[in-house]
């Protein structure tokens, strides 16, 4: 959007026809002179195979014309002037009579003139006049004059800045509109030449309501005020035109009166005795046509109508001092600065407090997912690529789902709790389009599976305690359970009980390559939960993280997210091909064996690292080979995901390249175009950290 301030403008915004006021003018089939005539001209579209036109003045002789030019039959032009001298090319002219009536309910059949006679025609055009579109410049406070000779408002003088020119003005002839438009848009010594044409006069004869009819004659069309509502409105002592306009709703729908209120205000002035110039016009305001409103807001951006969505551990995180950042409607902690920290020395703490100890990071916004039913495990074979009816109970499995284009979709793990019930949990982002792809398979594909599922993302508050110290953290506020290898393996599921009753499920899984525990509790119970791991891990110095460390740590252990998960990769170029199963069917499977999508030569993932590590990776650097130029032939991939890596003391990152697998170990330049930055990386595997993962198993 623009916004200009002009020293001068010139409103050339032209008239409008208007329409009159008889019984049944809302039939389908009853149209402006103007409207009827622009559709035969411009889109060789007729109103009907036999019309009639009901004018006051001129125009309406023009569209006839113009009609019967096209091989439509004319019937009649009905003039309510009792002479005419305009040009009718051939059509049957009726002077001194008007139309009253339009016969036939859905689609017009017929008209009735005011002496009982009858025209057979399946379509009307009416023409009432023409209104100079004067809304702009009455903006600015002032009131339009009428003119009686056009019998129209034109605008006011309100200074030679903004002035009006064309029919805009009251000018009705070609020839004064071109010769007018020209003086109003002549620039300083430069004379603007004014076109040859065939004018053609512009008489009218006021009229604006047929008394004579039956049927209802509306004013304003949109909200149904007829002109029997404004003597209505005089007689129950609604004369103030603003009143009236009140009372009757004539000029309040969405065209605000562009149609009809010069027809509203001339019959209000005749129920009141009075002239149209004294009973004068409502107040014109902005804006004349509909405006979006992130024209207004511009720049500035602030909440939306949406509601925030805070997680269970809300309060707790904000005890902790957390700087929240939006992720959807989700207001999730992003870092827990101390005093003199930017988010970079927080997040970077807060990785090597929990690499050396333990932290807790709040991922109660995972979509969570129960799904139950003797046919749930059949159920997520077919959502997922890879199998989960055979997962033991007890146990919890990645999973990665595909579209059915056989790119991936989102990712996550289910738990199973038992023989017939899972518990999902999805990317942040696609939760709500998980669980739509879950009710699309289960009544479009697989109807007659025995399963149900419901979200209970809310339901839950969900913290990952993750570092050396986890298990021993946990342990403190565990009910009757030794904590091990034995009670507790890598990837295991299992419900329990913590702070002496509350309900609760404890999964082994990390995101973050540490030893680390995910623990869920109903939604109610989480910040006093959180609040007493924290004082349970006070002697190994816990520390609350959030999700820029735990960026900090997926990138560092080479896990996929949002940048690697952008809608074109394949399990194959996300290195997770294996878990492709080839022994059952699921959505995306035929689709995911397309030959493009097996390429070699297709972008994967792939770790990088700056050869000097002084330099800093930024996301979206594109990678090319040494020696080449920076193009779109020589394009190799981008970086997806940078970290500062405070384990290893300088960036790394994830990238997409092509063949990167064959790769590792090669030198590529990475160019940064919008900042002009080239710097040279190497190419190795998406694992920085601990490629060995021993934290992990520690």
């Known amino acids: 959007y623009w916004r200009v301030l002009a020293k001068k403008a010139v409103l050339a915004a032209g008239a409008e026809e208007r329409p009159i006021a008889f019984g049944g003018n809302d039939v389908p089939g ?5 409207a009827m005539r622009c559709f035969a001209n411009r889109y060789a579209a007729a109103a009907g195979r036999s019309i009639a036109v009901f004018t006051n003045n001129d125009g309406g002789y023009r569209t006839a014309r113009d009609m019967r030019a096209h091989g439509v039959h004319v019937e009649a032009i009905v003039d309510s002037r009792e002479s005419a001298t305009a040009d009718a090319g ?13 016969t036939g309910r859905k689609i017009v059949t ?4 005011t002496d009982h006679g009858h025209i057979a025609c399946d379509a009307l055009a009416m023409s009432g006049g023409w209104s100079p579109i004067v809304n702009l410049m009455c903006h600015r406070g002032a009131k339009p004059q009428w003119n009686e000779a056009i019998a129209a408002f034109v605008p006011p ?3 030679p800045q903004f002035v009006a020119a064309g029919s805009a003005a009251g000018h009705m002839l070609l020839s004064e509109c071109l010769a007018d438009g020209a003086r109003a848009g002549t620039l300083k010594g430069r004379a603007a030449a004014v076109p040859k044409c065939r004018d053609e006069a512009y008489r009218i004869s006021p009229l604006w309501w047929v008394k004579d009819g039956h049927g209802k004659a509306f004013i304003d069309y949109q909200n149904d005020a007829t002109a029997k509502d404004l003597p209505l409105a005089a007689r129950e002592g609604y004369t103030d035109i603003e009143l009236a306009k009140r009372y009757t709703t004539a000029g309040m729908a969405t065209d605000q009166g562009k149609l009809g209120n010069v027809n509203a205000i001339a019959i209000l002035a005749e129920a009141r005795g009075k002239t149209i110039a004294e009973v004068g016009t409502t107040t014109f305001r902005p804006y004349y046509t509909p405006v979006a409103f992130g024209a207004f807001a511009g720049p500035f951006v602030g909440h939306h109508f949406q509601p925030v969505r805070k997680t269970p551990l809300h309060d707790w995180a904000e005890e902790q001092g957390a700087v929240f950042v939006e992720t959807g409607l989700w207001m999730r902690s992003s870092w827990f600065p101390r005093a003199g920290e930017d988010w970079l020395a927080s997040a ?6 929990t690499r050396a100890g333990v932290g807790i990071c709040d991922v109660s916004t995972l979509g969570k997912i129960d799904v139950q039913g003797k046919d749930a495990g059949a159920f997520l074979d077919l959502l997922y690529c890879n199998t989960f009816s055979t997962l033991a109970v007890g146990k919890a499995r990645y999973g990665l789902m595909l579209r059915e284009d056989g790119i991936v979709y989102d990712d996550g793990t289910t738990s199973r709790l038992a023989a017939d019930h899972f518990v999902m949990t999805t990317t ?6 998980v669980m739509a792809q879950m009710e699309f398979a289960h009544q479009a594909l697989v109807p007659d599976l025995d399963v149900t599922y419901v979200s209970v993302t809310e339901q839950w508050a969900q913290m990952a305690v993750a570092g050396p110290k986890a298990r021993a953290t946990l342990q403190k506020i565990v009910d009757g359970i030794a904590l091990n290898d034995e009670t507790t393996p890598y990837m295991a599921a299992r419900e329990i009980t913590v702070l002496q009753g509350v309900l609760a499920r404890l999964f082994r899984i990390s995101f973050s390559g540490e030893h680390a525990y995910e623990l ?4 109610d119970y989480g910040n006093m939960v959180a609040r007493a791991l924290m004082q349970a891990g006070e002697e190994f110095a816990i520390t609350p993280y959030g999700v820029e460390a735990l960026s900090i740590m997926r990138i560092e252990k080479g896990h996929v997210a949002g940048g690697e998960l952008n809608g074109t990769t394949t399990a194959g170029d996300l290195g997770l091909g294996k878990m492709m199963s080839t022994k059952k069917d699921y959505i995306g499977r035929m689709m995911a064996g397309r030959e493009g999508l097996l390429d070699p030569e297709r972008h994967c993932v792939v770790g990088i690292r700056p050869v000097d590590r002084a330099d800093k990776l930024r996301a979206g650097s594109h990678l090319l080979r040494r020696g080449d130029k920076p193009s779109m032939a020589n394009d190799q991939g981008y970086i ?4 500062w890596s405070p384990m290893l003391g300088y960036w790394i990152g994830l990238a997409l390249l092509a063949n990167g697998r064959a790769r590792h170990g090669e030198i590529v330049k990475v160019f940064d175009g919008l900042r002009g930055i080239h710097m040279y990386g190497e190419i190795c595997e998406p694992m920085h950290f601990d490629p060995e993962n021993r934290r992990l198993h520690a």
């Open 30 to 34: 009853v149209m402006l002179a103007s």
């Open 90 to 102: 051939g059509v049957p002219v009726i002077c001194g009579r008007m139309i009253s009536d339009v």
């Open 110 to 113: 017929g008209a009735e003139m």
């Open 157 to 159: 003088d309100v200074g």
């Open 348 to 353: 970077s703490r807060e990785v090597k407090a």
């Open 428 to 433: 942040t982002a696609n939760a709500a389009k």
């Open 520 to 523: 869920a509790v109903p939604a």
């Open 640 to 643: 997806t995901s940078v970290a």
